[in-house]
């Protein structure tokens, strides 16, 4: 593991050793950077999962310096990997909502000070929220034409529609959006949803190589800071 680099980790890619072993789920999570006393709940191929689709927390370190807020709201929260790294900010995750049960155990065995919604996020109400100075995670953004419709308008999205719904609901001064490259095809959709809401927005693809990670591992981030 020490010094070596990877390829993107997948939630079903699989990585060997020279002698033709597979990597244990502990090194998957190390070339993954999650520190060595993370906890991870379920089956083999669910915590396996858990990893590979993770947020690196070293990733969610580099970004999460550009964010000048100590509590987080932390939304399509996963196993936690965008918490773990924010965390080792030192700021404070004071509620995450997550859908997929198995996931959140992970979250939830790390994380024990947080508030945990284990519910569909269209169920989750403003007020059942706590306030916090920055909403961050990584809504599925699946309609990447450019034509057609727009990102908030399309169908396909409508759990972006839902970040974007807490976010103006919550009125933080900053939010954090993590995605797949891809989704600088419709960057300034994603600015412009935001700007008309009171936000000024910036877009970043950070490659983990840059960052001292083990893989090369891209992924996309939006910063928007709330207009004063």
Known sequence: IDGDTYPTLTRIGR?????????????????QDFPDDYKFVGTYSAIKGQIGNAVSPKMAQFIGKKLSGKTVID????????????T????????????????????IVNHPKTICSLKN?????????PDA????????CQGFSTAGLRLKNDPRNKLYQQFLRIVEGKRPKEFLIENVPQIADIK?????????????TTFQIVNGLDIGMKQSRKRAFFIGKRNE
């Not at 995450?96 to 992970?106: I, K, P, S, V």
């Open 15 to 31: 990585f060997y050793h020279k002698d033709g072993t597979q990597f244990s789920l502990r090194e998957y999570a190390q070339v």
């Open 75 to 86: 939304l399509f929260a996963g196993c936690g990997g965008l918490s773990c790294g924010l």
């Open 188 to 200: 300034e959709q994603v600015i412009t949803d935001f700007s008309e809401i009171g936000y000024s």
């Open 133 to 140: 100075d920055i909403v961050v995670g990584g809504p599925p």
């Open 88 to 107: 080792q900010l030192g700021k404070e995750i004071v509620y995450a909502n997550e859908y997929e049960r198995t996931y959140f155990q992970t979250y």
């Open 121 to 129: 996020i269209f169920d989750v109400r403003i007020d059942e929220i």
